[in-house]
């Protein structure tokens, strides 16, 4: 079946601008993550939803970061006046349940790229 | 502490040999250590996973050996094939509704390329 899907797959933009980041989830997966893969940090947690919310939002790097998620299914990471250090790949990940022991399938990734 | 200390960072082997990866945790309250195979301009695939109330899990070629005594665990890649040359994570997680549950948390990475 599809796994998890993200788009863009690559985005370039400018310092300041606003970008919009998609994650399509395993269809029927009710947990849905976001993680950020950079050079220098690694794999970070960024945010996690059960359904429609997101109980803990501590892991967002900033208030310029903020997450939705509709319907149960896509989820949407936007940043706001975007930095040079935003730049990195952006890891979406869904699981059947918020269990700690599901397993988590992650996508491709988004490139971001800010100039 | 929520991190996960992983070594080494890169490792080269031998098609046929033995890839050895450790890492390390702080955490008692993580239960469920799974780690990743990373190749790329792709995501991370789960590879191998165990909860910590077995001290050995095996499949295939892979093997993870769990010390909870000593907060340690470790991916063995028997056979090493350089299809297997990707990046290794460990991670681990926490149930439960407290802080920093269900994330998972990574070790840095270990790089391994398997020559022919």
């Known amino acids: 079946g599809a796994g998890v899907s993200q788009s863009p797959s690559n985005k370039v933009t400018e310092k300041g601008k606003d970008v919009e980041l998609r994650c399509d989830p395993i269809s029927g997966h009710t947990a849905l993550y976001w993680y950020r893969q950079s050079l220098g940090q690694g794999l970070e947690f960024l945010i996690y939803f059960q359904g429609n919310s997101a109980p803990d939002k501590s892991g967002l790097p900033s208030d310029r970061f903020s997450a939705e998620r509709t319907g149960g299914s896509v989820s949407t990471l936007t940043i706001q006046r975007t930095q040079q250090e935003d730049s990195a790949v952006y890891l979406c990940?869904?699981?059947?349940?918020?269990?700690?022991?599901?397993?988590?399938?992650f996508g491709p990734g988004t490139r971001l790229t800010v100039l | 502490q929520q991190q996960v200390k992983q070594s080494p960072q890169s490792l080269i082997v031998q098609k046929g040999g033995i890839s050895i990866i450790n890492c390390a945790y702080e955490n008692t309250a993580f239960d469920y250590f799974p780690w990743y195979q990373q190749f790329p301009g792709k995501g991370p695939a789960l590879l191998i996973a165990?909860?910590?109330?077995?001290s050995e899990k095996k499949e295939g070629r892979f093997t993870i050996s769990f010390n909870k005594s000593a907060k340690q665990f470790s991916l063995h890649i028997m056979d090493s094939q350089p299809g297997d040359s990707a990046t290794y994570f460990c991670a681990a997680s926490i149930g439960g509704s407290g802080a920093g549950s269900y994330q998972l948390t990574f070790g840095k990475g270990t790089k391994l390329s398997v020559i022919p």
């Open positions: 165990i909860r910590p109330d077995v």
């Open positions: 990940a869904s699981s059947l349940f918020l269990v700690s022991y599901n397993e988590q399938f």
